[in-house]
């Protein structure tokens, strides 16, 4: 269980497979986030339709609502949600600091009041682990401090010591065999405080590692670097996942520095708003223009809104405040990163990942690429 | 085109076929409402999944929004729906009375000012048939008045008069031989009234015939006769629309009638607002108890909700303001009426009709069954 075999490498870009109990998935791989039991507006069998892999859950969204309890009472979250494949939960130790009020952290855990009801819930490395268990997804997380940039050096490093020793904890409390817990390796964008978390994090030997404390703000000329430290020193042979990191430009750079996992709730977020993603940039569906487009959002995309419907048409549902509007564009934003991931295992398959992911930025981009993502595609074909 | 064959007939009711160019449908049924071009949260695919027949649209909201000439740009509303089966819109009558603004009356037509932008709107039995013509529906309908509950009967009689003017004037403008014109009888409650609007009607011998005027708050004690009265004096050999009915026991007791099509937002609406509807009444899962029931909406139906989710996970998502959550009871709720009517078509190939309609009352009323109800099967029975 949990084997993780690497295909193709190119660079230190990889393609793999990842085994667990609910299906082998292809890495590099998008996941979508089901934050509350469900990815918003989409059923279990359009994820299947568009080659979702493995679906998110939030640990602290279910364990206030409706209790994890009533999870486990379905079987787990395949059975709760419908959804057969794999899931992976975070340890809601992010959405405590994002969501949670008047938080405490302490060396035994964090303190804080529901977002729903104000009502005071601590949340623990053995709690997380706890709940996690009674969730029933395949990759669980540590629980750990995901800290706001910018952030005090000292702060940060308080921060991933203890991150270490709250790991330390989640792995004495799991008793699940069926599991696989993944260590979050901190340090914001400094590249002492990375190196100092990958020290002390590494000999844990956890069957993944997930990067944590980036997309938080800071600039990307600052992520990627510590996206690349940070693939430099992982071990090659283990899932490695950059966490809460979905736009397309930011996962083919990831791809291209050695990531293998991505999620977050970008796509259907940005869905939601009216925006469709393509390999030409974001196409706002707000705006006048696409009123009389007879054309679908994307001629090449596959997926179910690209096949029935014209752009004209969408832009009316959206004006029209019509439900069906963000349920389709989830969907078509979906189906692209998907498909954006299986374009670069193909490229990666064929050898020539670096040199299709320079000319998808050059058409992303408009011929303006940027430097850090010139600079992320450099760094991960050694050159 | 549009022939409308009687395969079963039972006391008055009826099981039949109607063909139309987009495909032949059967009786009795009911059709789902998708107002501005969209069943609200349904894919055309999951109207296909679940039995729907002909869908509805609006001719008031389709020509003020996105304006009928998009519609007819994408070919029809096929072409910009996405759903390739028969279609059916309304004339924009009802809509102007309901929805517009400082409307006015005239001979001539309606004038009333938009509720989206408050521009001023001409609505004219003429440019009715004109928009319905682009929007390209296979059944169309005459531009009507559907007066008030209660009205005064000098009122209504003028109108119901004034509506037959309007009746000649659409079959003088209609020019596509491929779209079928339903007549609407009018004359509210009153037997006197219906009696004069069948006996203006009927002479323009159009190939269906609406039943309006009524379910627009008038007690059922006072509903189902008018209704009987007007099946009892329709052809045989025509289709009958019974205009805005959708609650199951109104389509039990419209089909003893003689009814052969009925139309309601009421499924979709009463599922947005967290309602299901069973043979043993209407569930609501916005109560407590659901929370922690296991068990399906309902273990007979067939609908992907049914077949997928819990009654817990269902109020779990409705808690949780899920979009999923509408889509999935909207979803349940068409397909409770469609096959709601395609079991009276089963009873009705068997010639056990009036007992099964009697049996799902004693069921769906829990033994309490209302007299009109009763009343509207023995008047069908030829009791």
């Given at each position: 269980m949990f084997?993780?075999?690497?295909?193709?490498?190119?660079?230190?870009?990889?393609?793999?497979t990842f085994r667990t109990p609910h299906g082998t998935v292809t890495t590099p791989m998008f996941m979508p986030v089901g934050t509350q039991g469900t990815v918003k507006g989409i059923s279990p069998q359009e994820l299947l339709d568009i080659g979702s892999q493995i679906v998110l859950a939030n640990t602290y969204h279910l364990m206030l609502r409706p209790g994890e309890q009533l999870v486990?009472?379905?079987?787990?979250?395949?059975?709760?949600?419908?959804?057969?494949?794999?899931?992976?939960?975070?340890?809601?130790?992010?959405?405590?600091?994002?969501?949670?009020?008047?938080?405490?952290?302490?060396?035994?855990?964090?303190?804080?009041?529901?977002?729903?009801?104000g009502s005071r819930v601590e949340l623990t490395p053995e709690r997380s682990v706890e709940v996690q268990e009674a969730l029933g997804a395949d990759v669980i997380m540590a629980f750990d401090e995901c800290p706001p940039y910018p952030a005090e050096p000292?702060?940060?490093?308080?921060?991933?010591?203890r991150t270490v020793r709250w790991l330390e904890r989640c792995l004495e409390a799991k008793t699940r065999e069926d599991q696989a817990l993944f260590a979050i390796v901190q340090g914001g964008?400094?590249?002492?405080?990375?190196?100092?978390?990958?020290?002390?994090?590494?000999?844990?030997?956890?069957?993944?590692?997930?990067?944590?404390?980036?997309?938080?703000?800071?600039p990307k000329e600052e992520m990627f670097p510590a996206v690349a430290l940070t693939t430099g020193r992982l071990p090659a042979h283990k899932p490695r996942y950059l966490m809460g990191v979905g736009h397309p430009e930011d996962l083919i750079a990831g791809v291209a520095l050695g990531v293998d996992m991505f999620d977050c709730v970008y796509p259907t977020r940005?869905?939601?708003?009216?925006?469709?993603?393509?390999?030409?940039?974001?196409?706002?569906?707000?705006?006048?223009?696409?009123?009389?487009?007879?054309?679908?959002?994307?001629?090449?995309?596959?997926?179910?809104?690209?096949r029935s419907y014209t752009r004209a048409y969408l832009a009316?549902?959206?004006?029209?405040?019509?439900?069906?509007?963000?349920?389709?564009?989830?969907?078509?934003?979906?189906?692209?990163?998907?498909?954006?991931?299986?374009?670069?295992?193909?490229a990666?398959?064929?050898g020539t990942f670096f040199n299709w992911a320079t000319a998808w930025g050059e058409r992303y981009f408009r011929q303006e690429v940027p430097a850090w993502f010139q600079k992320a595609l450099e760094t991960g074909a050694g050159i």
């Open positions: 084997e993780f075999d690497i295909l193709q490498q190119e660079g230190r870009a990889r393609r793999a486990a009472a379905h079987g787990g979250l395949p059975g709760f949600t419908a959804y057969p494949g794999p899931f992976l939960t975070d340890s809601g130790g992010f959405q405590v600091m994002s969501l949670g009020h008047m938080r405490k952290i302490t060396e035994q855990g964090v303190t804080f009041k529901s977002h729903l009801d000292l702060y940060l490093q308080r921060s991933l010591e964008t400094s590249g002492e405080l990375r190196e100092q978390s990958l020290a002390l994090t590494l000999p844990f030997a956890t069957p993944g590692f997930a990067i944590g404390g980036l997309a938080v703000g800071e940005t869905g939601r708003f009216g925006y469709a993603l393509t390999d030409d940039g974001r196409l706002n569906l707000n705006s006048s223009a696409p009123r009389r487009q007879l054309e679908p959002i994307d001629s090449g995309c596959d997926c179910y809104a690209c009316h549902l959206i004006r029209a405040e019509e439900m069906l509007a963000p349920r389709m564009l989830s969907l078509h934003n979906l189906r692209y990163l998907h498909r954006l991931m299986a374009r670069a295992g193909d990666l398959q064929q």
